[in-house]
């Protein structure tokens, strides 16, 4: 049987492989992403980290569904920008850090919902369950965004 590690493993072979991620933050950050597994959210990655990804399971439960056939599990994701740059025109000054956040957490949820969904373990993804992607100033300088799905595993 698979193990969900073996799943999150997976995940974050497939973000750390991504062609188009690793354009992305060599063309804004100079450097590639890093991916960290069973990341602990009171206890994120440093900024001198960032671009990161972390991604950790919350939620696990045992089967019960579907004769015990289905174990179902919280996936939850972040992703973590460095400070914003500013960019100024006459009287307005945009902090990019937003943009560049919405730009690259889109990449990195598209890699994240094709693994889970084209995963060999046979896993669903379950879009009745899924909680908004929120944006927002981490409490350390810099934007993260988080997203959380409930996905059902074949066992």
Wanted: hydrophobic residues 40%; negative net charge; charged residues 15%.
């Amino acid at each position: 049987m698979t193990t969900l590690s073996t799943l999150l493993a997976s995940v974050a072979t497939a973000i750390a492989n991504s062609a188009t991620i690793e354009t992305f933050c060599q063309t804004n950050f100079n450097k590639s992403i890093s991916v960290y597994v069973h990341v602990d959210p009171k206890n994120p990655p440093s900024i001198s980290k960032a671009p990161w990804v972390g991604l950790t399971i919350q939620g696990y439960s045992r089967p019960t569904e579907n004769a015990g056939r289905l174990v179902t599990f919280d996936l939850e994701t972040a992703v973590y920008c460095e400070k914003s740059t500013e960019t100024t025109s006459g009287k307005i000054t945009i902090l990019g850090g937003f943009a560049t956040l919405e730009s690259l957490s889109d990449l990195v949820f598209g890699v994240i919902e094709n693994a889970v969904t084209h995963a060999s373990t046979q896993l669903e993804m379950d879009y009745v369950s899924e909680q908004g992607t929120s944006l927002n100033i981490a409490e350390f300088p810099g934007w993260i965004a988080a997203r959380t799905w409930t996905i059902g595993k074949h066992v």
